[in-house]
T-cell receptor, first 115, second 113 residues
Framework: AQTVTQSQPEMSVQEAETVTLSCTYDTSESNYYLFWYKQPPSRQMILVIRQEAYKQQNATENRFSVNFQKAAKSFSLKISDSQLGDTAMYFCAFMISGGSEKLVFGKGTKLTVNP | DTAVSQTPKYLVTQMGNDKSIKCEQNLGHDTMYWYKQDSKKFLKIMFSYNNKELIINETVPNRFSPKSPDKAHLNLHINSLELGDSAVYFC????????????FGSGTRLTVV
């Protein structure tokens, strides 16, 4: 079974600084997708960034980028120029390619951006 | 126009009651899901339907029954509610194929008293 581990239950960062959230996963599959979702206090789940395992190039979306290390099964999220609106729970998630499209989530990291 | 809409957003009910949560998506997606988020914020899949066919049925008490009248709707009916059913329930949908991830509804906070 696939598992996703987020080892940092809580983190904080000062506004405008950079923060990195960690995620590791365990799978025997070679083709899969990885995601980071953001859940602000409003409760809405928002897709932040997506990575295809067969692509070596790390995905980026504006201030958000990932460091994908396939051999190490690591998928960290870097947030640059942190903003107050980045305060949220962040979930790392995994999905096998060509399977049932079941999304397996980590337990989340609560990020607080301080002014 | 809301892409994935759930109703109600909040539901407070007594133990033993039966309740339903409705979900509709207007994205044309083929697959819909129900996830449960517990008090520690952990998200776990309950069910998924692809074009009205049940694909995933995780270890969920049979008091929970999903119903998909068409591929745009996936409702969740819960019988004989228990205190432990209190959680946030999310509906989601996905396009399938290239796995672009899910589009989630805004969640339904269910409180059983």
């Amino acid at each position: 079974a696939q598992t996703v581990t987020q080892s940092q239950p809580e983190m904080s960062v000062q506004e405008a600084e950079t923060v990195t959230l960690s995620c590791t996963y365990d799978t025997s599959e070679s083709n899969y997708y990885l995601f980071w979702y953001k859940q602000p206090p409003s409760r809405q789940m928002i897709l932040v960034i997506r990575q295809e395992a067969y692509k070596q190039q790390n995905a980026t979306e504006n201030r958000f980028s990932v460091n994908f290390q396939k051999a190490a099964k690591s998928f960290s999220l870097k947030i640059s120029d942190s903003q107050l609106g980045d305060t949220a729970m962040y979930f790392c998630a995994f999905m096998i390619s060509g399977g049932s499209e079941k999304l397996v989530f980590g337990k989340g990291t609560k990020l607080t951006v301080n002014p | 126009d809301t892409a994935v809409s759930q109703t109600p957003k909040y539901l407070v009910t007594q133990m033993g009651n039966d309740k339903s949560i409705k979900c509709e998506q207007n994205l044309g997606h083929d697959t819909m899901y129900w996830y449960k988020q517990d008090s520690k914020k952990f998200l776990k899949i309950m069910f998924s339907y692809n074009n009205k066919e049940l694909i995933i049925n995780e270890t969920v008490p049979n008091r929970f029954s999903p119903k998909s009248p068409d591929k745009a709707h996936l409702n969740l009916h819960i019988n004989s509610l228990e205190l432990g059913d209190s959680a946030v329930y999310f509906c989601a949908s996905s396009r399938g194929g290239q796995s672009y991830g899910y589009t989630f509804g805004s969640g339904t906070r269910l409180t059983v008293v």
